[in-house]
């Protein structure tokens, strides 16, 4: 019984040394990250609007060429 609760009692131990390496691991990591500038934040930001206008603008066409097509054919 006792030999149980001292196993018991190292695994949450062991458990706790992982979670403190983890974060420590984890607050490293996240030092070494390049974060972008706030040039790049706006740079990125018009890029990703400019081609979801572009993409939506090209399926409203093919929609309109595919409805058209539909309509002769019917």
Do not use: H, R
């Amino acid at each position: 019984m006792v030999k149980e609760l001292k196993k018991e009692k190292a695994k949450k131990v062991k458990k706790v040394k992982n979670n403190e390496s983890f974060f420590k691991s984890l607050k490293k990591e996240v030092g070494n990250v390049k974060w972008p500038s706030g040039k790049e934040i706006v740079k990125y930001t018009i890029a990703t609007i400019v081609l979801c206008v572009i993409l939506v603008l090209f399926f409203q066409f093919l929609d309109v060429i595919l409805a058209y097509i539909k309509e002769f054919f019917n």
